[in-house]
């Protein structure tokens, strides 16, 4: 039986209504033999599959582990483009630059380039992200927007009020978006997006949106740092969490299309209600601005008001 197959038993397993799925009607669906079907269901347990075997009534999954590979991920997704081409590695140095590598050599629109643990993650302005194995989701979404370099960082606020709204449709606790992309609970940071491009002339070639979500607490967080399962004090099914973030980007991706940044800025702007009015510290390549936060101008910059000067942020390390 080939892995497609297995996959087939996985999903036959998983969509189980009944609480006993035959022998008999498994390899009937499937189209192979008993024994074939006995064969993967040891290897699904070996992954971390629980199934309970009972003779009279068939097959049940009892429990299922954590994982993100394809099969699980596509189990959820319910996107028309995004997600639809999956590239896995159980551990990798960057989901970035995986996702560079197959841009480079013509990934479609939506691609994914997921890893349950990455070597050496990469933060925004060169900064480290800590990417532990089965703790969080690390991923990079490869699109090919129709528009002009300038508009790129629409992309980057898209993404981050994508995220947001996937979070809070999963769960019921506050949280707020900082300028530009990061997410915070509690005020500690539970997500951050790097959003890197390569551009012809004056418009965008393609984008790479690396998401990195911190999903379950582990000991290498930093202080600062917090996971969705520490807020909520329940756990995530991370394949699920991917599927709703896909989904949402997808969503907001059309309505850009469709409407411009208007719609996304408001939603945006209705995440970072808590960031408004602040004082805020901006760290730039040429100093630092201290003012108060006021608001976005239509490229998505940042506006700080700093003694009684009007200053356009672009790019920005931001202490609250
Ligand atoms: C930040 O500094 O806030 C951005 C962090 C982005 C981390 C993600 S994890 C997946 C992708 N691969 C990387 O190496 N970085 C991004």
Redesign the pocket.
């Known amino acids: 039986m080939s892995k497609h197959l297995r996959n087939q038993l996985l999903r036959l397993l998983l969509e189980q209504q009944s609480p006993y799925i035959s022998g008999e009607e498994i390899s009937k669906q499937l189209g192979c033999s008993r024994a074939a079907i006995w064969k993967h269901v040891q290897e699904l347990r070996n992954q971390g599959y629980e199934i309970e075997a009972r003779s009279r009534n068939g097959y049940r999954l009892i429990s299922k582990p954590d994982r993100i590979a394809p099969e699980e991920i596509n189990f959820y997704l319910q996107t028309e483009v995004l997600g639809k081409e999956i590239r896995y590695y159980p551990a990798i ?5 995986s ?1 560079h590598q197959w841009a480079l050599a013509g990934a479609k629109e939506g691609s994914l380039v997921i ?1 349950d643990q ?1 070597t ?6 060169g ?1 480290s ?1 800590v ?1 532990p194995a089965g703790t ?5 979404l490869i699109l090919r927007p129709n528009a002009l370099l300038k508009f790129a960082s629409h992309f980057t606020l898209l993404a981050a009020v994508s995220v947001f709204e996937a979070i809070q449709s999963l769960s019921s606790y506050p949280i707020h978006i900082k300028w530009p ?2 997410l915070l609970i509690n005020k500690k ?1 539970v ?4 959003t890197e491009l390569k551009g012809e002339q004056d418009r965008v070639d393609y984008m790479v949106i ?4 911190n999903v379950k607490q582990n000991d290498q967080l930093p202080s600062h740092a917090t996971s969705l399962e520490e807020a909520a004090g329940k756990q995530y099914i991370r394949a699920q969490v991917i599927a709703q973030i896909l989904q949402r980007i997808e969503l907001c991706y059309m309505e850009y299309v469709k409407e411009g940044f208007a719609p996304i800025r408001k939603r945006w702007e209705a995440g970072a209600q808590s960031f408004f009015g602040r004082e805020v510290q901006a760290k730039t390549w040429n100093g630092v601005i201290k003012g108060i936060a006021e608001g976005l101008n239509d490229d998505g910059a940042l506006i700080i008001r700093s003694e009684g000067e009007k200053r356009i942020i672009y790019s920005a390390d931001i202490q609250m």
């Open positions: 140095t960057s989901t970035q630059e996702a890893a990455q050496t993650g990469r933060g925004r302005l900064t992200w990417s969080g989701i690390w991923m990079s992309n990061d940071k997500c951050g997006i790097l690396g998401i990195g979500l």
